[in-house]
């Protein structure tokens, strides 16, 4: 099974890092691919570049043989919806393997206004990890045989939901965006080729 994590990643922390470990363990996954997306042009735009993302994405994995950069999202030209990127994944990889979406609580709670959201669940399983400060809300899903409670995704290629816990780590990018631009020491909240990849670029000192 091959679990997809999407993000801004502006910038990757361990608050993503740790958790899809405990994910890719926890489900049995052999990969995890780490896809920065690119932003609409009306929506508030990052503060580091497409590339910078990507550096740092790849700098934090740069150890753990399991992780992927996939940089597929700001190869492309023009707006990134999830459901083209789960199509341009199913034509690399094929309609069988088992795709497991992953998103934090707080993105799930507005998933179903995600664009085309049922062809996403036809396309990947979603995986749903809590996150501190996001209360689980599943009513909109109550009775739905969609979902499952134990993390057992390996039978069908997409369209189930399961949800996960995991170690709770309450770090954001606001957050270490914020604390960078106050002066803050960022160590330990992001792995540390990271935290001097921010410090050598002069990333978030400003706001
Ligand atoms: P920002 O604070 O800029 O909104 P973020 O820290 O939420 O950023 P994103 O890149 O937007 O990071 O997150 C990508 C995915 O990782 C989302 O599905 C999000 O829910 C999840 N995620 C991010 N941080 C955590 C965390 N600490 N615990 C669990 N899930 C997380």
Redesign the pocket.
């Known amino acids: 099974m091959i679990g997809i994590?999407?993000?801004?990643?502006?910038p990757i922390?361990f608050?993503?890092l740790r958790?899809a470990l405990e994910i890719a363990e926890g489900c049995g996954m052999e990969q995890v691919r780490f896809i920065p997306g690119s932003i609409p042009p009306h929506r508030p735009q990052p503060v580091a570049s497409a590339q910078q993302r990507l550096d740092m994405v790849q700098l934090a994995i740069a150890d753990e043989t399991q992780f992927v950069a996939d940089s597929r999202e700001l190869d492309r030209a023009g707006e990134s919806y999830t459901v083209t990127t789960l199509q341009s994944l199913r034509d690399d990889f094929g309609d069988e393997v088992p795709l497991a979406f992953i998103?934090?609580m707080?993105?799930f709670l507005s998933f179903r206004r995600w664009h085309r959201w049922q062809d996403i669940m036809q396309m990947a399983h979603l995986v749903v990890?809590h996150?501190p400060g996001y209360e689980p809300d599943v009513s909109e899903w109550h009775g739905s045989s969609h979902v499952q409670q134990h993390c057992e995704l390996q039978q069908s290629p997409a369209g189930r939901i399961a949800f996960q816990s995991?170690t709770q780590?309450?770090?954001?990018?606001?957050f270490i965006r914020e604390a960078s631009r106050d002066g803050h020491n960022l160590r330990y909240l992001l792995p540390e080729p990271v935290r001097a990849y921010i410090a050598a670029h002069d990333l978030y000192t400003t706001r």
Do not use: C, K, P, Q
């Open positions: 994590l999407g993000g801004t990643f502006d922390h608050g993503h958790t998103m934090g707080d993105a990890m996150r995991v780590l309450a770090i954001s990018a606001t």
